[in-house]
């Protein structure tokens, strides 16, 4: 999902990106592995930070969430994305 965001960033833009669709049949495990490692971090970090003395800080967390809004911003594109057409 960020690849084509990647490469515009780095110039790499063109009608050769219509190949890309390649990765469309493993978008819905692509999804489902980065939603896993969001919440993975979120156990592993954000809340054991409440039980133990350290926490991490406001950047970390600002990070963190700012992925996690991505990432449902991207799951749910199929649905608002159309409205851009």
């Known amino acids: 999902c960020v690849l ?22 493993y978008s819905t495990a ?14 592993c970090v954000i809340r054991r930070a409440a039980c133990s003395s350290g926490s991490p800080g406001p950047a970390f967390r600002a990070v963190f969430w700012s992925t996690a809004a991505l990432l449902i911003l991207m799951i749910c594109s199929p649905i608002w994305a159309p409205w851009f057409y």
């Open 4 to 25: 084509p965001l990647l490469l515009v960033s780095v110039g790499a833009a063109g009608a050769w990106m219509v190949s890309l669709r390649v990765v469309r049949p």
């Open 30 to 43: 692509l999804l489902l592995l980065s939603a896993s490692l969001v919440a993975y971090l979120w156990i």
